[in-house]
């Protein structure tokens, strides 16, 4: 579908919004695309630009670009409320896992955009209902989770989970936590819970993970819940699909064993690489000739955050750059690859002037 109207929705408090916007809105009119901006945005960039709320949003544009940090983009679905709008999420300034898309990249997927040559995720979200006496006295639609917590009173509270109505398992615990494959990254992760990549849902059906808060005598830890066949087009498991993300894991986190079993063709696999991200540059150059047969290989942890990069130089002539954030590949690449590239750069300059 053509796109004619975009609308902008931003984080107004972020100093670089009174930059970026005004860029923006001549960039999108110099290509006769009628704009709206969310009033927040509208008000503090003091934009002539026709304003509307967030809710209102999704019903008149064809694309929505947020430029914002997670909380703006999940506040961003929340509105979208199912509407099959696109959603093109850029990050200003700061770190987020959501928002890959950095400020000085935020032309390039605009343009794809424009030009109908882009492919998109679509994104499994989760409707939650709190019932008391039959009566539904709150409901929430949520791109990440949904947390079932204690109030004030400190106790343990105990769950019984149910799928359709059938029974699966109780847990005895501080909270609970039920999560799509995009905010496996958020609370879930941080409570203990396993890192699921958003697009494998597109190929195997989606499931929403059950991951429990300050358990005790945990039982059925990482539960999955299979895909709705009402919901779905397809749920069918590709084997080959599985197989590729996990055999990208075992790469990504160095030493860990991971064994898939498919038991419908009595069809196993192992993944287990020692020398992690290297061996996964080295399974990338395997047809190729190398430059440098043993890659470079740079790992650190800064503020908490680590950092691991490996790359080796091969006879080819086109770069192949491969990103991740929290294990899942980012496509259109992000903070992370504007920063490696232009710190490369410098290295290799340096030591160029040193050989010199």
């Known amino acids: 579908m053509p796109i004619k109207r975009v609308g902008i929705i931003s984080k107004p408090r972020k100093i670089e919004i009174r930059e970026i916007v005004p860029q923006l809105l001549q960039w999108l009119k110099d290509r006769e ?13 003091e934009s002539p630009e026709t304003c509307l709320t967030r809710n209102e949003m999704p019903g008149r544009v064809d694309l929505l670009v947020v430029l914002g940090g997670d909380g703006t983009l999940l506040a961003t679905a929340r509105a979208v409320n199912r509407k099959p709008v696109p959603i093109l999420a850029g990050n200003p300034g700061g770190l987020a896992s959501l928002t890959v898309v950095s400020r000085d990249e935020l032309y390039v997927p605009l343009e794809r955009h424009l030009a109908a040559s882009v492919s998109t995720d679509r994104r499994v979200q989760i409707d939650g209902e709190l019932i008391r006496a039959d009566e539904v006295i709150a409901s929430f639609l949520a791109l990440n989770d949904v ?7 400190a106790r343990i509270l105990d769950f019984e989970l149910r799928v359709d109505g059938q029974f699966v398992s109780t847990y005895k615990s501080d909270g609970l936590i039920v999560s799509t494959p995009t905010g496996s990254t958020a609370y879930s992760l941080a409570a203990g819970g396993p890192i699921v990549t958003p697009n494998v849902e597109a190929s195997i059906g989606s499931s929403a993970k059950i991951t429990t808060i300050g358990a005790v005598d945990v039982t059925a830890e990482g ?7 009402e919901m779905f087009e397809t749920i069918d498991y590709s084997f080959e699909t599985v197989s590729q993300r996990l055999r990208e894991s075992a790469y990504l986190n ?6 898939l079993v498919d038991e419908r063709i009595d069809r196993e696999k192992n993944f287990y690489f020692e020398g992690g991200v290297t061996s996964f540059v080295r399974h990338l150059n395997r047809r190729r000739g190398v430059l440098n047969p043993r890659p470079i290989h740079v790992e650190r942890v800064v503020e908490g955050t680590s950092v691991e990069v490996a790359l080796q130089y091969n006879d080819g002539f086109a770069e192949n750059v491969l990103p991740f954030a929290n294990n899942i590949h980012t496509v259109d690449g992000g903070t992370h690859v504007t920063g490696f590239r ?9 030591s160029a002037q040193v050989l010199a």
Do not use: S, Y
Not at 33 to 45: L, M, N, Q, R, S
Not at 223 to 229: S, V, Y
Not at 342 to 350: H, T
């Open 254 to 259: 160095k030493g860990l064993w991971i064994r």
């Open 147 to 153: 947390v079932l917590n204690k109030g004030a009173i």
């Open 342 to 350: 232009a710190a490369g750069v410098r290295c290799w300059a340096g």
């Open 223 to 229: 539960t999955q819940i299979k895909a709705d066949a």
């Open 33 to 45: 695309i009628e704009v709206f901006v969310d009033k927040e945005t509208g008000a503090t960039v």
